[in-house]
């Protein structure tokens, strides 16, 4: 009788066969993105984890979307199959500087491109909601005080995120009348008319999973489209700098990437928002991550602002949502520093870097990961959401340090606060640390912490 293992190269061969799999299959990934659990081989488990979240959306980066088209589907399946019992090693390869390509260098008095990098708030604060009683009740409990009154007095500003689709205010991926009316209210209320700031617009929709997949001409048929979105905004808030969050995705930016290019996007957008959202818990991906901003400088030539989105929760292995948060350092290392660290040289010589870095979390997920949270009161919802502000406030004034330790002298100071965050209660007092429950659910019982604030986070 046959057991899993020796079953497995049955199923794969059948697998090959059903699903049409051929060498074009692993077009852009490699047996590192093909190893889902990453324990150094291809295998069964990694089938099984594929079909586990088959036709699952991917927002951010997943390990089950093999392919980083944003969805779980056949094509994974097919790229699993294609590495099938390979042994794969995820850790960063030692470098050999007399065999590595020929890159610009940063020279030895490098002189810098723009000011200095600043930081700035991008948390999804329940007061931004477009949900009416969402949005009621971040305000009536004051979500986030801490973070937004700490952020306000150390000079980090609100970060505009225009969700729902953007200037597509319906994201059906058609632009009407309505859709304008709308966008253009939303900035009235968020945005003053002489912002010359970033402007986030969040516009997955329907051709986000396309993008990855999409052919040259279909590209340059997604590309128009996101376009007039930005003069469309551009003709409401000319002084504002508008761009997609999440573009170029990360797989654009590899070395293997060989799909149709998004330049001409990115270099149309006012500011770009590229993602360093990652989900390998106790791995040092900060090579790989600083790597992918300094593609998106480059993408850009140096002349688009790049504002980072950095996420410090990962996901969780069985249902694939955004749960656990990471150990400070390891976030900080992997997506501050790495950010942060960025450079690219252009061809006068001029080292650029990112504008600025963001961190985006949402308290919702406090909401999903409770059954119980209809049965909730006040002071309950408060102690929840008083967890996660903790974890803000600690992250954002390391960030604030971090963002001190790599500024340059001589370096253009960055441009004064423009937008007034959501208010906050002056008069309430700070009041002293609670004991951090998981504000998110019950961590992974194989790497639980005593804090229960989910694998990574202390």
């Known amino acids: 009788m046959n057991s899993l293992k020796t079953g497995a190269p049955v199923a794969a061969v059948i697998s090959v066969a059903m699903l049409g799999a051929h060498a074009a299959a692993i077009g852009q990934v490699n047996s590192q993105d093909a190893d889902v659990n990453q324990d150094g081989i291809i295998d069964i488990l990694d089938l099984i984890q594929v079909v586990s979240s088959i036709n699952v959306l991917c927002e951010g980066e997943c390990p089950t979307d093999v392919d980083g088209d944003g969805t779980t589907n056949v094509t994974d399946l097919r790229q699993v199959v294609m590495f099938w019992g390979e042994m794969v090693s995820h850790d960063e390869p030692e470098i050999d500087d007399t065999d590595s390509p020929e890159e610009p260098q940063e020279p030895a008095d490098p002189v810098y491109a723009g000011p200095n990098p600043i930081v700035l708030d991008g948390v999804y604060y329940d007061a931004n909601s477009r949900h009416v009683s969402r949005a009621q009740l971040g ?8 973070t937004r009154s700490q952020n306000q007095q150390d000079g980090i500003d609100v970060l505009p ?12 991926m058609l632009y009407t009348s309505e859709d304008l009316a709308s966008f253009e209210a939303w900035l009235d ?3 003053p008319e002489d912002y010359t700031g970033p402007v986030v617009l969040d516009m997955e929709g329907a051709w986000w999973a396309q993008m990855s997949v999409a052919s040259t001409a279909e590209m340059e048929d997604i590309m128009d489209f996101y376009i007039q979105g930005i003069e469309y905004a551009k003709v409401m808030r000319p002084n504002a700098k508008f761009g997609y969050w999440g573009l170029p995705k990360k797989h654009m930016t590899t070395d293997h990437y060989t799909g149709p290019s998004m330049a001409r996007l990115l270099q149309a957008s006012g500011a770009i928002f590229p993602d360093s959202y990652e989900t390998n818990p106790d791995y040092n991906d900060s090579v790989r991550l600083r790597r992918h901003v300094e593609r998106c400088i480059e993408l850009v030539q140096g002349e688009v602002p790049v504002y980072v989105q950095m996420c410090p929760r990962f996901r969780d292995e069985e249902t694939g949502q955004w749960r656990y948060y990471f150990h400070d350092e390891e976030f900080l290392r992997d997506q501050g520093e790495a950010s942060l660290d960025a ?7 001029r080292t650029h870097r990112v504008a600025g870095i963001a961190i985006w979390d949402c308290y919702n997920y406090a909401k999903l990961y409770h059954d119980d949270w209809s049965s909730l009161n006040d002071d309950e919802i408060i102690e929840l959401w008083d967890e996660i502000d903790f974890i803000h406030a600690d992250l954002y004034r390391s960030l604030k340090d971090l963002s001190t330790e790599y500024a340059v002298a001589g370096a253009p100071e960055a441009p004064a606060k423009q937008l007034t965050p959501v208010s906050t209660r002056s008069s309430r007092q700070s009041k002293k640390p609670i004991v951090k429950k998981n504000p998110v659910g019950k961590p992974r019982a194989s790497k639980a912490s005593s804090s229960g604030l989910g694998s990574g986070r202390r």
């Open 139 to 146: 305000v009536a409990l004051d979500q986030g005080w801490r």
């Open 161 to 172: 995120y225009a969700y729902g689709g953007g200037v597509d205010y319906n994201a059906d």
């Open 189 to 191: 209320e968020n945005v």
């Open 343 to 349: 450079r690219w040289v252009d061809a006068s010589g």
